[in-house]
């Protein structure tokens, strides 16, 4: 008797649920004036130029003293094109996939807010006074990305399985550094810095007339790929241990 074809991802409700949140946003934010749009995008996008003490347009800005706390989270949820909302879509499907499965809903929201904060916080340092908002989900995206790097390449879970309840997706993570002696997910993390600077640097991308802020994807992807452990439910195993399965480590390899 044949398998019934499996997809390549099957979507969680979260994924989904923040998918739809993020796209009726958007498609709200069709309806309203060019003026309500701008004070909707001052309001809730990271400004940084609020937080200069001498930026002397301050008190005229929308949202006051409120929008300097939750405009570090706020931006993520607008998007400045169809284009940039679809990607940021895709490649949380493609890596928030796993990453929920993993961790859980609570724990998958929280790296994602951390991420979305840290990403502010870069931008705002390496963009001191700027006055044009920042807005999007990538730096928690970011953050999603860093976080799978730590276990889905690893040879017993990789990208695409699409069982929730498969043990695999909850492999103990190997530390950063045995990670990293991992080819596959060095050449990743290599290529995935040297893309982000060539279009943040460089404004590459198709039908986008604002510049990508990279030092923010930077931000929120440091977040997963650092700070994994203190999200992940799964203990990760000393570097002498091996996971489930696997062959001792040949000492004479770097991969694991």
């Known amino acids: 008797m044949q398998n019934p074809r499996e997809p390549i991802f099957n979507l969680q409700a979260t994924i989904v649920a923040i998918a739809v949140f993020l796209t009726a946003i958007h498609i709200a934010r069709t309806f309203l004036s060019q003026e309500s749009d701008l004070w909707l995008l001052f309001t809730f996008g990271f ?12 008190e005229q800005m929308p949202g006051g003293a409120g929008s300097d706390v939750w405009s570090f989270v706020s931006y993520a949820l607008l998007h400045g094109s169809w284009i940039h909302l679809g990607v940021n879509i895709a490649w949380m499907v493609a890596f928030g996939t796993p990453v929920l499965r993993r961790f859980g809903t609570l724990r998958f929201l929280a790296l994602s807010l951390v991420a979305a904060v840290a990403a502010a916080a870069l931008h705002l340092a390496t963009h001191w006074g700027e006055f044009i908002p ?3 989900a990538s730096g928690a995206i970011s953050g999603q990305m860093g976080a ?3 276990f889905a390449f690893q040879r017993h879970v990789l990208f695409g399985n699409p069982n929730d309840d498969d043990s695999r997706w909850k492999q103990p993570a190997l530390p950063l550094g045995a990670a990293f002696r991992d080819v596959r997910v060095l050449a990743f993390v290599v290529i995935w810095f040297a893309v982000n600077i060539v279009f943040g640097t460089t404004s590459m991308i198709p039908g986008e007339e604002a510049p990508v802020a990279w030092q923010a994807h930077i931000g929120g992807f440091l977040v997963g790929l650092l700070l994994f452990r203190f999200f992940d439910p799964t203990p990760t195993p000393t570097p002498s241990r091996n ?12 991969s694991s």
Do not use: C, S
């Not at 400004?47 to 301050?58: E, G, I, K, M, W």
């Not at 996971?243 to 770097?254: H, T």
């Open 148 to 150: 799978a790097v730590r």
């Open 134 to 136: 920042m807005i999007g």
């Open 47 to 58: 400004v940084p130029a609020r937080y200069d003490p001498l930026f002397v347009y301050y």
């Open 243 to 254: 996971l489930p399965g696997e062959e001792p480590e040949d000492q004479n390899n770097g």
